[in-house]
């Protein structure tokens, strides 16, 4: 039997829910895997705690503050890792030489800058931070086309519509998709109307029901936000127009997305709620190979429900809607005013019903400009984090 090839990783965001769902997938592989760069924002304790297990070639901390607490930590544990801090650091690395491929797992549009970076690079990039798409979708795109690098979408819902697929091309001639539909859980907040959400607290926005996630896409999956963002990068993604996808609530999510074809066959791609299996998927690609996770036991499941989506209740997601519908900068500006908003919700300093409040008052007041450079799209970010900012602390 042929000896895969080892392939050196990058887990940009090592600290984060998906980092440890990958390195998890990447430790029980050590003769496939070596995460040669491991990077996280500010977590420094954590990301030494994960240098001590994994020894990766480099390390990077983006809060370039912490750089000699990263290097004399490596130091003290007398490992050979290097340190390095800063974003600049952090592009330099994802496009060298110590990785083929790069796990982006930055949350929000800090992901950004080193997911182009690895883009550029023609590197393979397994893409959770589905920030990147929905603020610079076609650059980003383009850019890994032209550079010959591979984008393996690992949000759970894109995976599988990748894995029905198999592929990233659904419009290509003779792929014969007629619409996906894009499965969600609903939150936390499922079937509750909109008076009912005025008081609703971040420690419940963060429990969600069936996932184990990072604070931020929590706060989106209860808001329905974050599908709204996935129907944005499943756009980008997969090359479809807005009248093609559709978004069916399933509150089991074992059921992660669906592909309909113009024969009338639906394939449906279902499993546990874990993301080391759509990890295993791109690390392993187009192999199979054992990531942790058990198969589905529907006996013991029972049924599977699905719902539409309520959006008066939840006017995040038709924003989003309107967002991809304008293009340009618009969905730039959504997904700015977003963070911002769901910041200060988790902070405590605005409620929950404001958080789509702000996204329609930047939508509406600031202007779609075009969505060709990266200057273009980085101002229009800019510009709706200053109006969110401004109207949260003047609320
Ligand atoms: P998380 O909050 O658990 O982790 C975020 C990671 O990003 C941490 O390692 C943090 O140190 C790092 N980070 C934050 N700011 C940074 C910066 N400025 N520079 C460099 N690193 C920075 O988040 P998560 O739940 O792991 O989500 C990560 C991404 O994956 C998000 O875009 C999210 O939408 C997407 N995603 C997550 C899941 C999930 O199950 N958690 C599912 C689908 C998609
Ligand atoms: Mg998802």
Same mark, same amino acid.
């Given at each position: 039997? *042929?000896?895969?090839?080892?392939? +050196?990783?990058?887990?940009l965001?090592? /600290?984060?829910?998906?980092?440890?769902?990958?390195?998890?997938?990447?430790?029980?592989?050590?003769?496939? #895997?070596?995460?040669?760069?491991?990077?996280?924002?500010?977590?420094?304790?954590?990301?030494?705690?994960?240098?001590? %297990?994994?020894?990766p070639?480099?390390?990077?901390?983006?809060?370039?503050?912490?750089?000699?607490?990263?290097?004399?930590?490596?130091?003290?544990?007398?490992?050979?890792?290097?340190? $390095?801090?800063?974003?600049?650091?952090?592009?330099?690395?994802?496009?060298?030489?110590?990785?083929?491929?790069?796990?982006?797992?930055? %949350?929000?549009?800090a992901?950004?800058s080193?997911?182009?970076?690895?883009?550029?690079?023609?590197?393979r990039? &397994?893409?959770?931070?589905?920030?990147?798409?929905? !603020?610079?979708?076609?650059?980003l795109?383009?850019?890994?086309?032209?550079?010959?690098?591979?984008?393996?979408?690992?949000?759970?819902?894109?995976?599988?519509?990748?894995?029905?697929?198999?592929?990233?091309?659904?419009?290509?001639?003779?792929?014969?998709?007629?619409r996906?539909?894009?499965?969600?859980?609903?939150?936390? #907040?499922?079937?509750?109307?909109?008076?009912?959400?005025?008081?609703?607290?971040?420690?419940?926005?963060?429990?969600?029901?069936?996932?184990?996630?990072?604070?931020?896409?929590?706060?989106?999956?209860?808001?329905?936000?974050?599908?709204?963002?996935?129907?944005?990068?499943? $756009?980008?993604?997969?090359g479809?127009?807005?009248?093609?996808?559709?978004?069916?609530? $399933?509150?089991?999510?074992? %059921?992660?997305?669906?592909?309909?074809?113009?024969?009338?066959?639906?394939?449906?791609?279902?499993? &546990?709620?874990?993301? +080391?299996?759509? !990890? @295993?998927?791109?690390?392993?690609?187009?192999?199979?190979?054992?990531?942790? %996770?058990?198969? !589905?036991?529907?006996?013991?499941?029972?049924?599977?429900?699905?719902?539409?989506?309520?959006?008066d209740?939840?006017?995040?997601?038709a924003l989003?809607?309107?967002?991809?519908? @304008?293009?340009?900068? *618009?969905?730039?500006?959504?997904?700015?005013?977003?963070?911002?908003?769901?910041?200060?919700?988790?902070?405590?300093?605005?409620?929950?019903?404001?958080?789509?409040?702000?996204?329609?008052?930047?939508?509406?007041? &600031?202007?779609?400009?075009?969505?060709?450079?990266?200057?273009?799209?980085?101002?229009?970010?800019? $510009?709706?984090r200053?109006?969110t900012?401004?109207?949260?602390? /003047?609320?």
């Amino acid at each position: 039997k *042929a000896v895969p090839a080892l392939r +050196r990783v990058a887990v940009l965001g090592a /600290t984060g829910s998906i980092g440890a769902s990958a390195l998890d997938v990447i430790a029980r592989h050590p003769q496939r #895997f070596q995460p040669t760069v491991l990077a996280a924002g500010s977590q420094v304790d954590a990301l030494l705690a994960l240098c001590r %297990v994994h020894q990766p070639l480099h390390a990077v901390i983006a809060d370039a503050s912490l750089y000699t607490r990263l290097r004399d930590g490596l130091r003290d544990a007398g490992l050979a890792t290097t340190a $390095h801090a800063g974003d600049i650091a952090l592009d330099a690395l994802a496009a060298g030489e110590a990785c083929d491929t790069v796990v982006a797992a930055i %949350v929000g549009a800090a992901g950004l800058s080193s997911t182009l970076a690895a883009a550029s690079a023609g590197k393979r990039i &397994l893409l959770a931070n589905k920030e990147s798409l929905v !603020l610079a979708g076609e650059l980003l795109t383009r850019t890994a086309t032209l550079a010959g690098a591979e984008i393996i979408p690992i949000d759970s819902e894109h995976s599988a519509i990748f894995q029905c697929l198999r592929s990233r091309d659904a419009s290509r001639e003779g792929a014969g998709v007629r619409r996906i539909l894009l499965t969600a859980s609903g939150g936390p #907040f499922r079937g509750r109307s909109r008076a009912e959400l005025e008081q609703v607290t971040p420690a419940q926005a963060v429990a969600h029901p069936k996932w184990s996630m990072g604070p931020k896409i929590s706060v989106d999956s209860a808001t329905l936000m974050n599908k709204g963002l996935e129907v944005i990068e499943a $756009h980008h993604l997969f090359g479809l127009p807005p009248a093609h996808i559709e978004v069916l609530v $399933h509150p089991q999510s074992l %059921v992660h997305s669906l592909v309909e074809f113009m024969d009338g066959s639906t394939l449906a791609q279902m499993g &546990l709620p874990d993301m +080391r299996t759509t !990890l @295993a998927v791109g690390l392993g690609w187009p192999e199979r190979i054992e990531s942790g %996770v058990e198969g !589905l036991d529907l006996l013991r499941q029972g049924r599977l429900d699905f719902e539409a989506p309520d959006t008066d209740a939840f006017p995040c997601l038709a924003l989003a809607w309107q967002a991809m519908r @304008a293009g340009g900068t *618009a969905p730039a500006i959504l997904n700015a005013a977003n963070e911002e908003a769901v910041s200060a919700f988790l902070q405590g300093k605005i409620g929950f019903l404001a958080i789509p409040a702000l996204v329609d008052n930047a939508l509406s007041t &600031l202007p779609s400009g075009p969505a060709d450079t990266l200057d273009g799209l980085l101002a229009a970010d800019k $510009h709706a984090r200053q109006l969110t900012r401004t109207a949260i602390e /003047t609320a």
